[in-house]
C-alpha cells in the first residue's frame, strides 16, 4: 500500500521507527491468523449471514 495514506510524513517519527512499527504489526497479525493454515475456517461472513 503507499505511504501516502499513511501520513507518515506528517508524524514526528523516524524511518527506523516506522520499520519496527510495521515488524511489529506484521508479528502479531501472523500470530493471530496462523490457525487458518491448519484449520479448515470459513468466513468471515459479517453481520449480514444467516
Do not use: C, H
Not at 34 to 45: F, K, M, N, Q, T
Amino acid at each position: 500500500m503507499a505511504n501516502v495514506y499513511f501520513g507518515r510524513e506528517d508524524a514526528p517519527i523516524e524511518a527506523a521507527t516506522w520499520k519496527l512499527l510495521d515488524d511489529a504489526m506484521v508479528r502479531a497479525a501472523k500470530s493471530q491468523i496462523a490457525g487458518r493454515r491448519v484449520l479448515p475456517i470459513e468466513g468471515p461472513y459479517g453481520f449480514g449471514l444467516k
